[in-house]
């Protein structure tokens, strides 16, 4: 019969054991896990940079078009008549 301190020998070394098996494989998981998040969290980033700067661009577009546009005189123009010619 084995005594109760050869026993918690054997269940301490089957837990090392234990440890030194899996602990690549669950490593491995978290990181990917880990690699997983950082990718998310880089793609959000980078569309809401993108997002941003095509609303900065069109912002400017517009209020470039608006300084170009043709301005409307404040007050009235004269016109000349115009001259009909004569059919021959």
Sequence with gaps: ???NRQQLL????AGVACAACCAG???GFLAALGLGTAVGLGGSVLAGVLIAV???LLVQR???ARQTA???PSTAVAVA???VR???
């Excluded at 054997?10 to 070394?13: F, K, L, S």
């Design 86 to 88: 004569a059919r021959t």
């Design 62 to 64: 517009r209020r470039r």
């Design 70 to 72: 043709c301005a409307v």
């Design 10 to 13: 054997g269940i301490g070394v």
């Design 25 to 27: 494989p669950v490593i």
């Design 81 to 83: 008549a115009p001259t």
């Design 1 to 3: 019969m084995k005594s």
């Design 54 to 56: 095509a609303g900065i």
